[in-house]
């Protein structure tokens, strides 16, 4: 042990005596060994500096299966049709909303499996992103009920309570001032404004599908509110500040929930609360016994609120085509349409006015009219063509077969057919005058799906393009002399096109539900069918 002790002294000894030859003959202040750390550390460092500047992209994935997806990507504007995707950072603010269009209803986001049902969905994106926008059909296993009331007199208590109405059963919160007023309910005072929120909340007793809301509401002079509603995790709110009862509106919601909640906050003096009503679908094999004191359950219903009654019993497609070959050339089928159709009861344009109410009437939105071009839901009433129009699909200066284009309120001609008018608001209708139709808006044609650049006051839900090729084809096979055809010509005051773009639209926009039930009731009034909503591949081999 002591030999190996005395070579290690040595050992190091030498080391020394080299280490200090080193640093006498060497002008850098740094040994090899502590230039090499130090290199080292530099390269470390700068690669963390460079590694720190990189900014890993993730993968953004966003699907819509089948209805309306509209959001922002970090303040950019997206719109989803089909499959979205895209490239982002890390810390990218995502907003999505989503709109269930006419014969859909929104089922929620799906998002690792794990489903939210509110309609707007927003996130930070940390990692690679996957969501799926939920949509299914309003199948016939659903029928629709309507909870109205008139809140003329005050059957509230002062401290708050519950309370039975028209079937439900609502819980209140306490009011700061409660009196009767001509326009509604008084909630708060000069005095004593509802500064703190009155709300009036209901359960469903199971998941019901809420299609649209309807309330009336006004202030006291220099007064001011705010009204907040909500479905389970749907919000919806805005301000009021008229002294004029005014209708506010939530339509085409379609949200599935089992929790109903309206609040009212004032800023300043009394709130007047007239009206509540709202609309839901209901599954066939659950009851919910609820009703309006304001509306009927359904209140379109031939032969009562001035909706005439109607002509026609129902009957089968196949009983009304019985006699139709379908598999002869494309002149006789043609002819053999054409005098089946001719087989009617002529409605006059007056009549029109009445009898859209029921014809046009929303699948999924009772009492409401589905409008054409950009989809809006309107009270089905007439108010002298303040709210709707009777809109002519093929326009009234590209049919002059007779001297009588331009109907009056007795003209019962080709003019006033049911299946070629449609509602409309004034906005849509005026968009569209007396253009072709076409992929594009230009001067002589119209894409029948309006957007807000367009008209700036609507819903703009829904393809409306399959509905318009079907009723031109409708028209030009009931009545000779006209064309359909790629002319365009607007000379040619008998013809009506694009044909080849109708054709694709056709296909593009298949039938659907509230067209089938459109043809229906044209029946029942006018005793004839449009056999392109009946037989969509008809279009083909007529044309």
């Known amino acids: ?245 005014t209708e506010y509106a939530l339509n085409d919601l379609n949200q599935v929930t089992t929790t109903f909640s309206f609040s009212l906050q004032a800023q300043a003096r009394a709130m007047y609360f007239y009206s509540l009503e709202f609309s839901v679908l209901v599954p066939n094999n659950l009851n919910l016994d609820i009703y309006s004191d304001s509306l009927e359950a359904d209140p379109v219903l031939p032969g009562k609120n001035n909706i ?71 009270k089905a009433t007439w108010d002298n063509g303040a709210s709707w129009n009777r809109e002519h699909v093929w326009a009234c200066s590209q049919m002059q077969i007779t001297s009588q284009a331009r109907p009056d309120e007795d003209t019962k001609n080709h003019s006033t057919d049911l299946q070629i008018l449609r509602v409309a608001c004034g906005p849509s209708n005026g968009e569209h005058g007396n253009k072709f139709y076409d992929n594009e808006n230009t001067s002589i044609t119209l894409f029948p799906n309006i957007t807000s650049n367009l008209v700036g006051h609507h819903t703009y839900a829904g393809d409306f393009r399959g509905d318009i090729a079907r009723i031109l084809f409708y028209q030009y096979t009931r009545y000779a002399g006209l064309k359909l055809n790629d002319a365009l010509d607007v000379n040619d005051n008998v013809s009506m096109g694009k044909l080849s773009t109708l054709l694709s639209w056709n296909e593009l926009d298949p039938v659907d539900a509230f067209e089938i039930s459109r043809n229906n009731r044209i029946y029942g009034y006018q005793g004839n069918r449009n056999p392109f909503v009946d037989y969509p591949d008809l279009a083909n081999k007529i044309f």
């Open 1 to 245: 042990m002591k030999k190996n002790k005395i070579c290690f002294t040595a050992f190091l000894s030498f080391l020394l005596l080299v280490g200090c030859q080193n640093i006498s003959s060497d002008s850098s202040p740094l040994s090899s060994t502590e230039s090499s750390i130090e290199s080292s550390t530099e390269s470390s460092s700068n690669s963390s500096i460079e590694s720190s500047t990189t900014v890993n992209e993730y993968d953004l994935t966003i699907v819509n299966e089948g209805g309306i997806i509209n959001g922002t990507l970090n303040g950019v504007d997206i719109q989803i049709n089909e499959t979205y995707t895209s490239k982002f950072n890390a810390g990218a603010v995502l907003s999505l909303s989503a709109t269930a269009p006419e014969g859909l209803v929104f089922k929620g986001w799906n998002v690792d499996e794990v489903i939210t049902t509110t309609s707007t969905y927003e996130a930070t994106l940390t990692d690679d992103f996957y969501i799926v926008g939920m949509f299914e059909e309003v199948s016939n296993d659903y029928y629709s009920v309507t909870f109205g009331h008139l809140f003329k007199q005050s059957d509230f208590k002062l401290a708050g309570g519950e309370t039975d109405i028209n079937g439900l059963h609502f819980n209140y919160s306490a009011f700061s001032f409660l009196g009767a007023y001509t326009t509604g309910i008084q909630i708060g005072s000069k005095n004593n404004p509802q500064t703190s929120p009155w709300t009036l909340t209901t359960t469903f007793p199971f998941e019901v599908i809420v299609t649209n809301i309807t309330f009336e509401l006004c202030n006291a002079a220099s007064g001011a509110g705010t009204y907040i509603v909500t479905l389970d995790d749907y919000s919806s709110q805005g301000d009021f500040a008229t002294q004029t009862l």
């Open 308 to 378: 005439p009654a109607l002509n026609y019993e129902p009957i089968t497609i196949e009983v009304y085509y019985a006699d139709i070959n379908f598999n002869a050339s494309k002149e006789t089928l043609l002819l053999s349409l054409r005098n089946l159709l001719t087989n009617m009861t002529k409605t006059s344009y007056g009549q029109a006015k009445t009898m859209l109410q029921y014809t046009d009437e929303s699948v999924t939105n009772p009492g409401f009219l589905y409008g054409l071009y950009d989809g809006d839901l309107i």
